[in-house]
């Protein structure tokens, strides 16, 4: 090893860690992991089926027999991976190949999606410092599938073999729109949500994030569009895709805002204090009001 | 990001042995052409370093970055200077892996900001700007680039 061996053995341990158990297609799943990817497949399809909260489905099975060629051909192909994280826990992922629908795209159509940057987040971690600010730090669960897809842009999405079983599992409704094409199963689900993959989700999360705490009272930064300050005595709050940080002086109006955006996304896993990791960046408010 | 900067250290491939107090020398901008190129493996774990380094520079390191914004520039004709260049820039990091950074504010209401230019310091020349903010205690925020 190359640097101090102290700092070594427990970092490098865990970089080999990472580089062994990594992210996987999920048909590899299968083999490598066993029953542990099959299940949690099931539940990642689950969440599709059910939705991030109650009464907001992601996808809608559809018959292929009322689709055209052309949107056969435009329906996106369904991209399953598994991945084994540090903990052991066997975590699923379905998204969308989007790469297709860039081909479909109007050249004047813009589906860039505004980001926090680096300079705003520290300002304000620097603002929070100094004036002794309560931080908090939630990550929203499903950030992007609480985002709806205009009517208009109907976007569909196909599964395949295993996992059009695994779906069927799920919700046996599904098994009537299954097709079989050339010998292999083929289930077209219409996307009613923005799923992880498809290249205007982004900015369909961010306009519904932003339109969310405009209705709440909050005015958007003109310099940088992640970042909005509502005035109860002064309260801010920066974002970046699902991870957010607001602060104010009084933790009360704090505990508020939070249980205000509950309402809107459930659950939050919500981070109070001094110590905070927010975007891999790990800081301490110390008592003399530096960011360490 | 200690992580990450013993991540860019191990990606270099060679024995990092040695520390430095200085994280270059006063030739850092200065571009011998008749040096030999890199081989194309060695390049990429060049480039793959200096990213890696641009990532963390711009987090925890903002004064790391003339050089990484210097060895940005060269990833597409890296020379063993170059890779001379990195190694000592590891070096240094490796003497100050532990080192955290700190900012704060004297106050919210004086944002002060520093901006300077050396005129014809690169290849063709080409001149070298670079500027930082504070609130008064330490940079909470850095540029330094070649210009075009």
Request: hydrophobic share 40%.
């Given at each position: 090893?190359?640097v101090d061996d102290e700092v070594v053995s427990k970092d ?281 | ?148």
């Amino acid at each position: 090893m190359n640097v101090d061996d102290e700092v070594v053995s427990k970092d490098a341990m865990r970089l080999a860690t990472g580089a062994v158990f990594t992210q996987m297609s999920a048909k590899k799943g299968f083999k490598t992991v066993g029953e542990a990817a099959v299940a949690a497949m099931f539940k990642e399809l689950k969440q599709l089926d059910e939705g991030p909260m109650p009464g907001k489905p992601v996808v809608q099975p559809v018959d292929v027999d009322t689709l055209s060629q052309k949107m056969q051909e435009q329906a996106m192909e369904a991209v399953n991976l598994i991945k084994v994280k540090r903990c052991g826990k066997v975590k699923g992922r379905t998204c969308a190949n989007g790469s297709k629908q860039r081909k479909y795209l109007s050249p004047e159509v813009s589906v860039a999606s505004p980001t926090v940057s680096l300079e705003d987040f520290l300002t304000t971690i620097l603002i929070d410092a100094q004036e002794d600010r309560d931080v908090a730090i939630f990550d929203v669960p499903g950030d992007y599938l609480h985002a709806k897809f205009p009517d208009d842009k109907a976007a569909l999405m196909r599964l395949r073999d295993e996992f059009v079983d695994i779906m069927c599992d799920v919700n046996p409704e599904y098994e009537k729109y299954v097709k079989v094409i050339k010998g292999t199963k083929i289930l077209y689900l219409r996307v009613l949500r923005a799923i992880y993959g498809c290249i205007e989700s982004a900015l369909l999360c961010y306009n519904l994030f932003s339109s969310i705490l405009v209705q709440m009272g909050f005015t958007l930064n003109p310099y940088d569009k992640c970042v909005a300050n509502r005035m109860v005595n002064g309260k801010v709050i920066v974002w970046y895709v699902d991870d957010c940080k607001v602060s104010h002086v009084d933790p009360r109006v704090v505990t508020n805002l939070v249980n205000e955006l509950k309402k809107h996304f459930g659950d939050l896993k919500t981070s109070r204090g001094n110590t905070q990791t927010f975007l891999g960046i790990s800081f301490k408010i110390t008592k003399d009001k530096k960011l360490n | 990001m200690v992580n990450q900067l013993i991540g860019a250290i191990i990606a270099f491939g060679e024995v990092i042995k040695n520390t430095t107090a200085t994280a270059s020398k006063p030739y850092l901008f200065s571009v011998r052409e008749d040096t030999e190129r890199l081989d194309k493996e060695k390049s990429e774990i060049f480039h793959s370093v200096v990213a890696k380094l641009l990532y963390i520079m711009k987090r925890t390191r903002p004064y790391l970055e003339p050089i990484v914004a210097f060895l940005n520039t060269r990833v597409s004709c890296s020379t063993v200077d170059h890779w001379n260049k990195l190694k000592r820039l590891l070096e240094f990091i490796k003497g100050t892996i532990n080192d955290k950074r700190i900012i704060g504010a004297n106050g919210l209401n004086d944002l002060l900001t520093w901006v300077d230019a050396a005129d014809a310091v690169h290849p063709n020349m080409r001149s070298h700007t670079s500027g930082c903010m504070s609130f008064g205690l330490r940079t909470f925020h850095a540029r330094s680039s070649k210009k075009n």
